[in-house]
């Protein structure tokens, strides 16, 4: 979303990264630098920072690819420590230069990263942004000074194939689906998910695959399940908001949490986890259900199709208004404006 913000105020964008994922499209230039790639989540058993690999980015080669920008963002590289030896480069090649550092997820909210002191980095030159006031908060703390710009949503997409996902998962008309549209990691909180699930006596779907070394533990609680389950990817977004008759997000913790916007932006009703930001969120206007909540959880889904649809209506307009790419994209341009970077 940001490096179509980037191309509508007048910049030419390229990428620099360790790797990409398969599959990945985009027909902006790529430069691959070994090393620069981030590493699992996963918690090492002696509590040290997860292995970096043998291949540790080369300081010339980073700054080379990085030496004919007129200004670079930091996507929270230089904030998660799970990848030191690249952050440490590509902070010293940028060294009074004009960079955005992007934050997702500072150390500190990490309780295996706490220890870690030395991110993010500062430099009179750099601008830091978050993505919650949360973060910017905490930054202040510290010492630091950030702005705070939430994410971006295309407001404008067309509604899923409802029917036609339903039939392809093998769900009728009278049975409720309930999707979790995550990767599989424990602090997306699976058993919170489920036992909703259960409760509905409705159909659990988790599209998302295991990550981190969470197959195992997913396997168990899956086939403990007490209610039918899916692990059938989804066709494309639009047609998993769509097929649900109920978005579980019951996650711990999240930086910000996509799929509760993008549940309210498809007129979904939404159950949400105890994570701090989704108050944040929730501020904004959203009527998000508590996880927990069964009792209004279930007057809704009992509701009259006309209250459902005003209820869902005036979320999505909660969405449209305070997180749309356009919204988002004026703020990264005050910001780069008031740096003087604009081209």
């Known amino acids: 979303m940001w490096a179509d913000a980037l191309v509508g105020l007048g910049f030419d964008v390229d990428w ?13 230039p790529l430069r691959l630098v070994a090393g620069l790639g981030l590493r699992s989540e ?14 540790r980015p080369d300081p010339q080669e980073v700054t080379d690819a990085l030496a004919d920008a007129d200004l670079v963002v930091v996507e929270n590289l230089c904030t998660i ?33 706490a220890h870690i002191t030395e991110l993010p980095p500062d430099d009179p030159a750099w601008r830091h942004v978050t ?17 705070t710009i939430h994410n971006g949503f295309r407001v404008d997409v067309e509604d899923g194939d409802r029917d036609g996902t339903r039939d392809s998962l093998g769900i009728t008309p009278d049975d409720l689906l309930v999707v979790h549209p995550v990767r599989a990691i424990p602090r997306k909180a699976v058993d919170r998910a489920i036992a909703l699930t259960e409760n509905l006596d409705a159909t659990y779907w988790l599209p998302g695959p295991a990550e981190d070394d969470y197959g195992t533990e997913l396997a168990c609680l899956l086939a403990a399940a007490r209610c039918p ?25 999240e930086g910000f949490g996509n799929p509760p916007v993008e549940a ?29 909540d069964m009792d209004a959880i279930r007057r809704w889904l009992k509701s009259s199709p006309a209250e459902q649809k ?30 003087g970077w604009l081209p």
């Open 264 to 292: 309210s932006l498809a007129k979904r009703p939404v159950a949400v986890g105890p994570y701090p930001v989704a108050d944040e969120l929730r501020a904004l206007g959203f009527r998000w259900f508590d996880v927990d």
């Open 310 to 339: 005003s209820w869902l209506a005036k979320e999505r307009r909660v969405a449209v208004k305070h997180l749309s790419f356009d919204r988002m994209a004026a703020r990264l341009e005050a910001l780069i404006h008031e740096a």
């Open 131 to 147: 993505i919650n006031d949360l973060t910017r908060q905490q930054l202040a703390d510290r010492g630091l000074t950030a702005t």
């Open 229 to 253: 389950v899916l692990r059938h990817t989804a066709p494309s977004t639009a047609d998993m908001y769509a097929a649900a008759d109920l978005v579980a997000f019951p996650s711990t913790w």
């Open 81 to 113: 420590p799970l990848n030191l030896p690249a952050a440490r480069a590509v902070m010293t090649a940028l060294r009074g230069r004009p960079t955005i550092l992007h934050h997702h997820d500072p150390p500190w909210q990490r309780e295996r990263f």
């Open 42 to 55: 996963a918690e090492p058993q002696d509590g040290s920072l997860p292995d970096s690999g043998e291949v």
């Open 16 to 28: 620099v990264a360790g790797e990409v994922e398969p599959g990945w499209e985009d027909s902006r």
